[in-house]
């Protein structure tokens, strides 16, 4: 009885097996753009990279995006070494890594702009602080106080402000990551933080950490922003506010902005296999910067998207 | 009457179990080999890396720059600095391992002043004086507690216990005085007990009915923290640690790490001295009692000497772990890299500096090695707790045989 059994369930199985098969068989003429399209890089950027992989999958379900988020750093060597055709950064890639890429390949990368992203001075939700200026910023964080401030900064009472634990708690990104980078360049002139900066192994964590201590400050990526914290704005030199508004972070007035690439494989006059040129139309279509904005990002500003969709229709086709 | 030989076997089949039995050991010592060469392996790798450091005049690494203060911007004296990368192309990099050296070693040795008093105790106890069915319950639930994962541990350390020991930190303070005190006042307050009650209220029980009596006592001195802040220190602690005693305050502190490590290292502890306090051989407890010594006395002279090995490397196995945990210290501690004796202050350790830094450092850059440096030190370090442990412990052993033989 139960041999029968089994037996029936197996044919079923195969006669699933085959309806399976005989559908992709059907539908791949279909389509001719499938295949695995690999990435390595940013974390920053991995939510935005997989999502545009999921919409593409949508479009071409034989397309399957394989991201490997550990670290801009990790990007350029994996580029140079063949590994990957993309490779997302979070910052632009140094003199260094981009003479490794041209000494191996003998051409530089292609450097694709997707999206805007600013760093934000944050503090708890109760804090009432408004604006600092940049001096009074790099008075707070820094060691070094490069960018003009005369005495360092330590407690809440030298801000005009009244907070029950007096001393500023600084919170911030570890050495070495891509935020921490640029808000050492931006904010602190180039200076160095101070050593009691609590150091958190990523923007989330920072975020929450700020959250929990009403005495605290630090900063994150736009993206991370959550209710339970307060966006401190900056003050500029004729004392008005200026917050990281997207108009703002997209034409670079707000000066802890960036701009996020993806650096390509492609040689001079070379074209791009079919998943990663489907990829790419799919980022600069309307539909894929509404992911942008969607995941706290800021779209670019609409002439270079223009310049880089009309750069990608112009490239020939790689069969 | 002698037996008859067993039947002779048959050669063949003595041939092919005799095959098998070489090929058993030859494939365990295979196994032990192999376990000590990969130890080995990784300890020449870590090595071989980290040779270059000193060779390549590249890195520009000497000994004095990375154990001794230097001279850094901001500053009109040396200090210790942990700064990789250089703030500018040109600018210096300061590779100042000593902070982080510290660190490990404050993290350590906090979390064994809370877990080996615990842990010690607790061995004691329910190695000499619990009930077995207690017991038998208890040893189980430790296991448990080893299991919990680092992560866990460490996130609930700096995003729950942190912001609450801030807020309750009178409280907090207060609480590893009023908590043995509490012990006490129950022992005393058990003896005027009338005798019935006094029997259900066993001495070897004390692990269940002290447990409300402890923890009422504790919600009492943590919910009136801010009455004993108002009344002691004007309602400001903080300003008046800083005021006072130049203590900083960091949410994320010392203090936080070691009782989140110490919650992982006392398992280990645990089961370790528990096992050596209860392979003392009962009659000596028993011989030095009949003899008119006390309880007390029978412990301090008698068990623990006698369990001491065993204790020596329960401590010294939690210190290795404690040493080469990474998650929790990185979770808890705030990661700055300060050198200060202040419990109160944040700390930054070598495991989570390897843990945070090594996926953004390019290999083969100084900063690549230098975190291998760290390794190789926290490689050398474990190794070395570890034998001290085992030496000391074979000797202590010798030396308390002759007391387990006669017994």
Known sequence: MRRTGKGTGRQWLALLLGLVISLVAARLPADEVAGTLGAVGSDTLAGLMLRWGEQLAEHHPGVRLQLQASGSASAPPALTAGTTRLGPMSRPMYEAERDAFEARHGYPPVELALARDALVVIVHRHNPLDGLSPAELDAIFSDTRRCGAEAPIDRWSQLGVELPGDRIVLHGRNVASGTHDLFRQQALCGGSFRLRLNEHPGSAATVAAVAAEPSAIGYAGLNHLTPSVKAVKRRDAEGELQAPTPEAVRSSDYPLSRTLYLYVNLPPGGGLPGPERAFLEQVFSAEGQSVVEELGFVTLPEARLERQRRWLEALPSAE | ?407
């Open chain 2, 1 to 407: 009457m002698i037996d008859p030989l067993p039947p002779r076997p048959d050669p063949g089949r003595q041939r092919w179990r005799h095959g098998r039995d070489r090929l058993a050991t030859l494939l365990i010592s295979a196994g032990g080999v192999g376990v000590v060469a990969a130890v080995l392996a990784i300890g020449v790798f870590l090595a071989v890396e980290v040779v270059p450091l000193f060779l390549e005049s590249r890195h520009g690494i000497d000994w004095r720059g990375l154990w001794l203060p230097q001279s850094v911007e901001g500053h009109a004296l040396p200090q210790h600095r942990w700064q990789p990368e250089p703030l500018a192309p040109g600018e210096p990099a300061h590779y100042g391992m000593a902070p982080l050296a510290w660190g490990t070693l404050k993290a350590a040795c906090w979390a064994l002043l809370f877990a080996v008093p615990l842990a010690l105790g607790a061995a004691i106890h329910s190695a000499l004086y619990m009930p077995r069915r207690l017991r038998a319950r208890l040893k189980p639930t430790l296991e448990l507690m080893e299991a919990m994962p680092g992560v866990v541990i460490g996130f609930v350390a700096g995003l729950v216990l942190a912001p609450y020991v801030e807020r309750h930190l009178a409280g907090a303070l207060a609480l590893p005085v009023i908590l043995p005190a509490g012990i006490l006042l129950a022992g005393g307050l058990r003896t005027t007990l009338p005798a019935r009650l006094r029997r259900r209220l066993a001495p070897g029980w004390a692990g269940i009915w002290l447990m409300p009596w402890l923890a009422a006592l504790a919600a009492l001195v943590l919910w009136g923290s801010p009455w004993l802040e108002e009344a002691l220190f004007a309602g400001d602690l903080r300003g008046w640690l800083e005021a006072t005693l130049g203590l900083d305050y960091a949410a994320r502190n010392a203090m936080i790490v070691g009782i989140a490590m110490g919650f992982a290292v006392i398992p280990g502890i645990y089961a370790l001295a528990e096992d050596a306090l209860s392979g003392v051989p009962g009659s000596l407890g028993e011989g030095a009692q009949a003899l008119g010594a006390t309880r007390w006395q029978t412990l301090c002279r008698v068990v623990l000497p006698a369990a001491s090995p065993g204790i020596f490397s329960a401590v010294m196995i939690g210190a290795g772990r404690a040493v080469g945990e990474t998650m929790i210290v990185l979770m808890a501690s705030g990661n700055t890299a300060l050198m200060t004796l202040n419990p109160l202050e944040g700390l930054r350790s070598m495991s989570a500096t390897i843990a945070i830094e090594l996926p953004e450092a390019a290999a083969g850059g100084t900063h690549y090695r230098l975190l291998i440096l760290a390794a190789l030190a926290l490689f050398a370090f474990t190794f070395l707790v570890n034998t001290l442990a085992e030496l000391v412990r074979t000797r202590l052993r010798h030396r308390y045989r002759r007391l387990e033989g006669t017994a």
